[in-house]
Each structure stands twice: as structure tokens, then as C-alpha cells.
């Protein structure tokens, strides 16, 4: 069963929380436009360090969805088990072991996202969004994401600066309701907080100034394609029929079917 949410915020599931989520994707300002194809992909993290991986995850199969099933070729499905498996680009920056032991720092989350084939990252640091205009440039920078077909982005914040449990934590954002000046945060612990709508001015307070554990701010990362290169095929290619070896193997087959054939035929005329 998952916590309460605070006062300041409003469930998805909520009837408010749903005409809300309703208007934005009605409205011609685009700020919902990718939110379904994030909410499709939604992935709960698998443990309470896991929340960049289940991000990035979600982000990554928005963006590059289809499954990955090796006989389909070049088709890719990102988990929080593969994760490390289909670029080992990452593995530079941390793995899963690291990961599960202390989180994920907010610049190992932008490197191993940037690595991705296929993707292109833009990070903004909690100091860089102060520095060229606070919450403004902060809610400029997530109306513009919203508004741009495939991008998604990934919000570094503390827990605690929105009356929640615990302190820093990583989750995708997925549209903004601007009457309200809210932002929909996808909490990727599921079991812990459901989906909910948060005042603009809140995020931005709750992104991390130093986290105690990890001694290093938070951000937003925004997470989109990269048009001037093709995604790799990331899957083991198997090896091409030789056809040498199937003639071999149906000359062989014939000539194990011909003499078991003659043996029959054999017994019956003696």
C-alpha cells in the first residue's frame, strides 16, 4: 500500500488529478504530448537504490520502443537487469553493484544516458539553472521539453523539500498543467507514492543543493533522440546459414532415409 501524499500535491488517480492530466493533453500547447508514451513505459524500481536505473529505463523505451527479441533483430527493451548489458560504455562511470550499494550521483546518471546510442542528453545542474534565472529558467526549460515530440525528462530532487520520505531521488517527468503551474512527476517507486501533480515552485526548491550521502547537487536531465546518428543494432547476432553445411545435411538425411528405405524394402522381397 503506498504512502499518503502531501497536501501540496495531487494524485493522478485523483478526479482532479485526471481532469487535470485530461485538459493538458486537450490543449494546443502541447505540454502533454509525450506523457502517454512515458506512462506506457512506466518501470517500478526493483529496489530503493534503482530509482536513476528504473528512470533511465522508462525514458529509453519511450524513446526507442520496441521489444528486443534477438530474432527481430535490431529491436531494443530496456530493464533494470540489461540496463548495463546493451552499452558497456556505462560500465565507466558505475554498474549496478555501485549502484545498489549508494544510488546513482547525478552526473553518472547524465554519462550513462549519454553513452546510449541513439540519444542525445541535456543536463542542467541545480548551480546552472540558479545562474541563468532560477525558477524561471527551470520552468522554461521543462514547458520547452514538454512541448518537443520525444523528449522526456528526468528530474534529481529531495524528497524530503516536498514532505516526503526520504531524500534524494530520480524520477521522469511527463507533462505541465499551466494554470495550475504544476509539473506531473512519475515517482518510479510505485509501491511507495503514486503519480501526482506538483506545484512548479516546489520541484524546483526540492532539487538537491549537496546530497549528504553522495556529496553532490541534483537537476533535470532531458533525455531525447540524436538525429545525426543511427541507433547500433544491440542484440548477438547469430551466424548466417552456411549452405554448404545444409546440403551436407540433406544429402546426409536422404541417404539415412534411402537405407533405412532399402532395408524394409529388402526384407519384403526375400
Not at 550499494?101 to 541513439?118: A, D, K
Not at 512541448?147 to 528530474?155: A, E, L, M, V, Y
Not at 504544476?182 to 520541484?203: C, G, H, Q
Amino acid at each position: 500500500m503506498s504512502l499518503n501524499l502531501p497536501e501540496e500535491m495531487i494524485s493522478l488517480y485523483s478526479d482532479e488529478g485526471n481532469k487535470m492530466f485530461i485538459e493538458t493533453l486537450s490543449k494546443e500547447d502541447g505540454y502533454g504530448r509525450n506523457a502517454l508514451k512515458v506512462l506506457n513505459n512506466m518501470e517500478t524500481q526493483k529496489n530503493f537504490a534503482f530509482c536513476g536505473i528504473a528512470s533511465c529505463v522508462t525514458v529509453l523505451n519511450a524513446l526507442l520502443s520496441n521489444d528486443f527479441k534477438p530474432e527481430l533483430g535490431p529491436y531494443r527493451h530496456f530493464n533494470q537487469e540489461n540496463f548495463f548489458t546493451f552499452n558497456k560504455e556505462a560500465l565507466k562511470f558505475t554498474d549496478d553493484k555501485q549502484v545498489s550499494s549508494r544510488g546513482m550521483r547525478f552526473t553518472e546518471l547524465v554519462n550513462v544516458l549519454t553513452c546510449q546510442n541513439g540519444v542525445s542528453v541535456q543536463s542542467h545542474s541545480k548551480e546552472e539553472i540558479e545562474k541563468q534565472g532560477g525558477l524561471n529558467h527551470f520552468r522554461e526549460i521543462c514547458k520547452k521539453a514538454f512541448q518537443t515530440k520525444d523528449n522526456f525528462p528526468i528530474i534529481y530532487y529531495s524528497r524530503d523539500k516536498v514532505k516526503q520520505e526520504g531524500r534524494g531521488h530520480i524520477s521522469p517527468l511527463a507533462a505541465y498543467h499551466e494554470e495550475k503551474d504544476m509539473i506531473l512527476l512519475l515517482d518510479v517507486s510505485r509501491f511507495k507514492y503514486e503519480p501526482a501533480w506538483i506545484n512548479t515552485k516546489l520541484l524546483y526548491d526540492s532539487l538537491l543543493e549537496t546530497d549528504p550521502i553522495l556529496q553532490q547537487s541534483g537537476g533535470i536531465v532531458i533525455v531525447s533522440k540524436n538525429t545525426d546518428s543511427q541507433p547500433k543494432p544491440n542484440y548477438r547476432k547469430t551466424n548466417s546459414p552456411n549452405p554448404i553445411r545444409i546440403f551436407l545435411g540433406l544429402l546426409g538425411g536422404s541417404l539415412i532415409i534411402g537405407s533405412i528405405a532399402g532395408f524394409f524394402v529388402g526384407r519384403y522381397l526375400k
